[in-house]
């Protein structure tokens, strides 16, 4: 008698678990569950960086306080830029010919972003911070011409410096991997004598 009683408890467990479990899983609409938004990216993408830089965003070469170093997961501590060495109202510089996305102020910082077409779809876009931008939104500027300056405040390290930072569509990059080897190995100029001309 008591084995009649609870035989049908015996079925509609597993029956029950075999309805909701799964991805197969349906909200009460019957539209399946929405997937979550996609996380942003730090790893490098699937498009190589060209070597499109042509200029430094600073005059000479200047010295990286704080290198690129992203972070373990996309909402982990991280460094998803390079921060130069700058002094205070130093002229910023376009690395490589593109368009002015974005020339105004982020949390009270002064923000330039420049898209660099032909470096892909979607293409690279630069940025520099904090600079007093002296380019506006639309502007073309060609490699080494003059964004801004640098502002003596609001800048993320102990000292004056320019944060800049590389990224295609959502995901960071290496800003130093845009400059070509050519660029980065140059060391200081040096001025070389000119054989047969006496000394001054």
């Given amino acids: 008698m008591?084995?009649?009683r609870y035989a049908h408890l015996v079925w509609a467990?597993?029956?029950?678990l075999l309805l909701t479990?799964?991805?197969s899983a349906r909200h009460a609409d019957?539209?399946?569950?929405?997937?979550?938004?996609?996380?942003?990216?730090?790893?490098?993408?699937?498009?190589?960086?060209p070597s499109a830089g042509r200029s430094w965003p600073l005059a000479g070469r200047p010295a990286v306080l704080r290198a690129w170093d992203?972070?373990?997961?996309?909402?982990?501590r991280g460094h998803r830029g390079v921060d130069l060495a700058a002094r205070p109202s130093a002229p910023v510089l376009a690395?490589?010919?593109g368009r002015v996305t974005f020339a105004g102020r982020v949390a009270g910082r002064g923000v330039v972003s420049v898209d660099l077409p032909g470096t892909g779809e979607p293409p690279l876009?630069?940025?520099?911070?904090?600079?007093?931008?002296s380019v506006r939104t639309g502007d073309e500027v060609a490699a080494g011409e003059v964004l801004g300056t640098v502002e003596p405040t609001g800048s993320h390290c102990p000292v004056t410096c320019v944060h800049w930072g590389l990224r295609r569509d959502g995901t960071y990059l290496d800003?130093?991997?845009l400059l070509p080897p050519w660029l980065l190995d140059a060391g200081p100029s040096v001025l070389l004598p000119v054989l047969g001309t006496p000394p001054p």
Avoid: H, M, N, Q
Avoid at 13 to 16: D, E, I, N
Avoid at 36 to 49: D, G, H, K, L
Avoid at 70 to 76: G, M, N, Q, S, V
């Fill in 13 to 16: 467990v597993p029956l029950g």
């Fill in 175 to 177: 800003p130093l991997s």
């Fill in 2 to 4: 008591r084995t009649k």
């Fill in 125 to 133: 876009r630069t940025t520099y911070e904090p600079v007093l931008a």
């Fill in 30 to 49: 019957g539209a399946p569950p929405a997937a979550p938004p996609p996380a942003p990216s730090v790893a490098p993408s699937a498009a190589p960086v």
């Fill in 95 to 97: 690395v490589a010919a």
């Fill in 21 to 23: 479990a799964g991805p």
């Fill in 70 to 76: 992203p972070p373990p997961t996309p909402y982990a």
